[in-house]
């Protein structure tokens, strides 16, 4: 009788949380306090930055009668010294259309990762303007860095390059680039046979996109179940697993020290006590809350993961173009 009661007691403060949806906010609270004590960020994982898609758009005034061609050196000139407003307010003026307009309205906006509009413009430019080779990769990097990694690949089936030709092996590269992105192993595997190492702009964006390729290709990922069954045998076992020593340890110390209280309690006061039931109620939140932290800190690390690979493999496809096309 005195055990019903006790459990009563802990799902009427549990229940109405879980019914109202907020049964991951109660479970995570404990879980988070947990982590960011002293013991718990002594180990904690870097969060890796995430590119986030860029949706808007930019319009640029158009009718213009000035050829932006005459105002190349000075735009060269802010572009050099990464005066990249500047450089922006000069390009947003009334020019007459044109590729050249095009494509350095184009460049100052992807190099303010202003993906989206930069694709666009960027895939106005025709191949056959001085400038048509150059908008084509630019066009592949923006895509891919908006997510967009189909059309980055359908954009690569236009190069015009011959094999033997450096443009053909920046293809590959890029392409083997937008395989790991979608984790496309056929594809990989077809165009990373093209790599030479042999060219000083890509030998080093090559090497490292092979040595990440198994991980991207085919991740060893570890498993959110399998930390939370570690977790509940052992408290804080889950977070060890998924790499959080020190979280794993606070959460160790935690639950087993309210344990050790809710047990102490119960000899002496019995199980009805109200010492009891509050240290038997605090102790189960915070094991329930270790072992759904524990599930989704390895969740939350296999994303982590793919996400730092995805941004090496974004910034490799985009070094070259900064060495071949000065």
Not at 99 to 107: H, Q, S
Request: aromatic content about 10%.
């Amino acid at each position: 009788m005195l055990r019903r009661r006790s459990v009563m007691l802990f799902l009427s403060l549990v229940l109405p949380f879980a019914a109202s949806g907020q049964a991951g906010g109660i479970l995570g609270l404990p879980d988070r306090i947990m982590s960011s004590s002293r013991i718990g960020r002594v180990s904690s994982a870097n969060i890796p930055e995430l590119q986030v898609r860029d949706t808007s758009s930019v319009d640029f005034p158009e009718g213009g009668t000035r050829w932006v061609s005459e105002d190349y050196p000075f735009f060269k000139y802010l572009s050099d010294n990464n005066l990249k407003q500047d450089a922006l307010t000069l390009v947003s003026g009334a020019y007459a259309p044109s590729d050249t307009l095009d494509f350095l309205r184009a460049k100052v906006l992807f190099s303010e990762s202003r993906f989206s509009t930069a694709s666009r413009l960027f895939g106005k430019v025709p191949l056959s303007s001085s400038f048509g080779h150059e908008a084509l990769h630019y066009r592949v990097v923006s895509l891919a860095s908006n997510g967009d990694f189909q059309e980055a690949a359908r954009t690569l089936d236009q190069n015009p390059y011959s094999p033997g030709e450096r443009g053909y092996e920046l293809s590959a590269l890029q392409g083997a680039g937008i395989a790991l992105l979608r984790a496309d192993k056929e594809e990989w595997d077809r165009r990373s046979t093209c790599f030479t190492y042999g060219d000083y702009a890509m030998a080093e964006s090559e090497r490292i996109l092979k040595e990440i390729s198994s991980s991207l290709l085919s991740p060893s990922r570890k498993r959110p179940g399998v930390a939370a069954a570690l977790s509940a045998v052992v408290p804080g076992a889950g977070k060890v697993y998924a790499g959080r020593l020190g979280e794993g340890v606070a959460a160790f110390l935690t639950v087993g020290s309210l344990g050790a209280i809710t047990a102490e309690n119960w000899c002496r006061h019995g199980l009805s006590d109200w010492r009891t039931i509050v240290a038997g109620t605090l102790c189960a939140t915070f094991y329930l809350g270790n072992i759904y932290g524990s599930y989704m800190s390895v969740s939350v690390e296999n994303d982590e993961r793919i996400a730092a690979g995805h941004t090496v493999v974004l910034y490799h496809i985009h070094l070259p173009l900064r060495y071949i096309f000065r």
